[in-house]
């Protein structure tokens, strides 16, 4: 049994995989605070990976926190693809993962995986198994507060996936104008991709993937948990 930890930005999330199923997952404040729990409810745990882009977890902390469970890092680990990052210490954990989770669930198909959280993130993946890398962008909330703490006046508006031409007052003006923003340049990321790779599978994934893929034209494969269902083949990928 696996403990899949995604700590992003805003929020932590773990995972319980049973082989390859997900038999539970949940948000949490911190990992520590129910940590015990998982042990005593779950004694077949064999091993925690972990993903962190805020940088604040260690192999070293959670070992202490999971004493006779296998902590495993994604760097250390022998990856399911080729990559031609040319930074490699700086690829993020869960970039990786997401390419992972392309390689065992699309095998031998053009890739790209859109990744909706605090930042907006593409990966590319080709038919061959190459990651050839992406993009970052900030994502939908970082862009509604953005708007709001560097301006004087403007209000935080809350994101509606309906949005027009013609906002008739402050608020939906906010919400046309970011809304079109990331929508178009989610679009035309796919509309880049397609014409170098006509034959293109598109997944999209991530918190505010729903918020998104009503708005999206393009034809896409929505994912809600591809980035511990990467972590998980990774793990057992490197078991085989």
């Not at 970039?95 to 590319?124: E, S, W």
């Amino acid at each position: 049994m696996h403990l899949i930890l995604d700590i992003g930005n805003t929020n932590v999330k773990y995972h319980l995989f049973d082989q390859e199923e997900c038999i539970m997952s949940a948000l949490v404040g911190s990992i520590e605070l129910v940590a015990g729990k998982i042990l005593v409810d779950f004694p077949a745990l064999s091993h925690v990976i972990f993903s962190d882009v805020r940088g604040i977890m260690t192999k070293e902390k959670l070992q202490l926190v999971f004493p006779q469970v296998h902590v495993v890092e994604i760097k250390s680990l022998l990856f399911p693809f080729v990559s031609q990052y040319a930074s490699p210490s700086t690829l993020g954990d869960d970039r990786i993962a997401l390419v992972a989770a392309a390689t065992k669930k699309y095998p031998q198909q053009n890739c790209l995986i859109i990744d909706a959280g605090t930042c907006l993130t593409y990966d590319f993946l080709s038919q061959e198994g190459t990651f050839l890398g992406g993009a970052i962008s900030p994502g939908l909330q970082m862009r509604f507060k953005s708007l709001k703490h560097f301006t004087g006046k403007l209000p935080l508006v809350q994101p509606k996936s309906f949005f027009s031409l013609f906002g008739d007052t402050t608020e939906t003006s906010i919400n046309n104008g970011v809304m079109a923003g990331i929508v178009y340049e989610i679009e035309g990321q796919i509309n880049a991709h397609q014409k170098k790779y006509p034959s293109l599978t598109v997944i999209l994934t991530g918190g505010d993937a729903l918020h998104l893929s009503k708005s999206l034209k393009n034809t896409i494969f929505a994912e809600p948990n591809f980035l511990a269902e990467g972590m998980n083949y990774l793990l057992d990928y490197n078991k085989n």
